[in-house]
């Protein structure tokens, strides 16, 4: 059957998509980093207890993995716009909802429905960016793209709790909505998509295949990451009360950094040729933390490992999209996200067990070690074959 293109939309279009795109991204995750520390709180205050905050997160977690791989779906039956639109209103309308109640069940019920959003956000997000950026030039853009996403953590995360102790929690939960907003204004001006079109059905499975070991290697990553944010903190006790939150931010900073100001190396060299010295890097930023009586190492290592972190999630980002080309950016998206979120969580809940059992020093520097074992898969992955400056 022959297809049609969309129509090209006008220049004045064309010139403001993208930064709609961003402005989308920017509010989506504004309104998630704004609760993330917020609503746990404000389960404790209605009495839920240290494992009742926990299952906010987790129920916001889960349906955001889960709803992850239904967005390419969702968007070929109902497109683009409506879809991104589904994901604002489901990401902010429950923020309102939170000030009828701080009853656990309410918060658990307000959590699923703002994951499923959320789901649908991060997906789209890069999507579109990807979509809206010639793909040689990949790299800069979606460097662009993950310092968007940065500066709304190094905004959202300390600025929800300043609120909430200044202010209430009302007021938190109505920045939130309105951060969710900025979805809404990217779904109207979303662009067509182009990066199925014209394209032969191709197999699931030999479309997923080449995105497998990539996979593994950005989820070694976030795993990592997972370990840092959920016990630095707890290991930097007996340290000065600067130290964790200074370490934290530098990696959220340097991460923003290095992720943005790697596209043009990306673009120009490739992301396997970045990720060897990046996952060296990170792996050795990660055994700084193992020195906790020495705030000054941890700061070093904190510097390092959000450095290489950055320029692992954008050089993983580029490869999995261009692997994903022949079926369509969103498998890559999907796949790219899923690693991101199911590392994080893994270096959460594992990080745990190996605490429990060994302490702190063991947990950082085998994480370490399992981080510098995934540049094995650099060489190894039929996906990390991406050329530089692919014709657009």
């Known amino acids: 059957m022959k297809t049609h293109p969309a ?13 709609i795109a961003l402005l989308g991204a920017f509010g989506g995750f504004t309104s998630f980093y704004l609760l993330l520390s917020v609503v746990p709180e404000y389960a404790l205050r209605g009495g839920a207890g240290p494992s009742g905050a926990g299952l906010t997160t987790g129920a916001l977690m889960t349906t955001t993995v889960a709803v992850q791989p239904l967005v390419p779906r969702l968007q070929r039956t109902w497109g683009r716009s409506a879809t991104l639109a589904l994901g604002g209103v489901l990401l902010g309308l429950p923020c309102l909802a939170m000030n009828m109640s701080d009853t656990l069940s309410l918060l ?12 649908i956000v991060v997906v789209i997000g890069v999507a579109a960016v990807a979509d ?7 790299g800069r853009g979606l460097g662009l793209y993950g310092a968007v996403v940065g500066a709304a953590g190094i905004i959202g995360s300390p600025l929800g709790l300043w609120m909430v102790h200044r202010s209430g929690y009302t007021l938190v939960f109505i920045a939130g909505a309105l951060a969710a907003a900025g979805v809404l204004v990217a779904a109207f001006g979303a662009a067509p998509v182009h990066s199925a079109t014209g394209r032969r059905p191709v197999r699931l499975r030999s479309a997923v295949r080449p995105l497998a070991l990539p996979f593994l290697i950005e989820a070694a990553s976030t795993t990592a990451y997972g370990v840092v944010f959920t016990f630095l903190p707890s290991a930097l006790q007996s ?6 939150p200074a370490a934290l931010l530098v990696v959220q900073v340097t991460c923003t950094v290095t992720r943005m100001f790697s596209g043009g190396l990306v673009d120009r060299l490739g992301g396997p040729v970045l990720l060897v010295p990046a996952i060296a890097v990170a792996a050795a930023g990660m055994c700084g933390s193992a020195f906790p009586h020495a705030p000054a190492v941890v700061i070093a290592g904190a510097s390092l490992f959000g450095a290489g972190f950055g320029v692992i999630q954008n050089a993983t980002l580029v490869v999995m999209l261009r692997a994903s080309q022949h079926a369509g950016v969103e498998l890559g998206s999907v796949a790219w996200n899923l690693a991101f979120d199911a590392g994080t969580g893994v270096g959460a809940v594992a990080g745990g067990l190996v605490l429990s059992a060994t302490g702190h020093a063991p947990l950082f520097l085998g994480t370490a070690v399992l ?3 995934s540049i094995t898969a650099v060489r190894r992955s039929e996906a990390l074959v991406d050329a530089p400056g692919s014709s657009d």
């Open 7 to 19: 129509p090209a939309p006008s220049p004045t279009a064309s010139r403001w998509a993208l930064p």
């Open 108 to 119: 658990l019920a307000l959590s699923l429905l703002r994951g499923c959003g959320f789901g």
């Open 132 to 138: 809206l950026t010639p793909t040689s030039r990949w």
């Open 239 to 244: 340290a000065p009360a600067w130290t964790a």
């Open 371 to 373: 981080l510098a074992v």
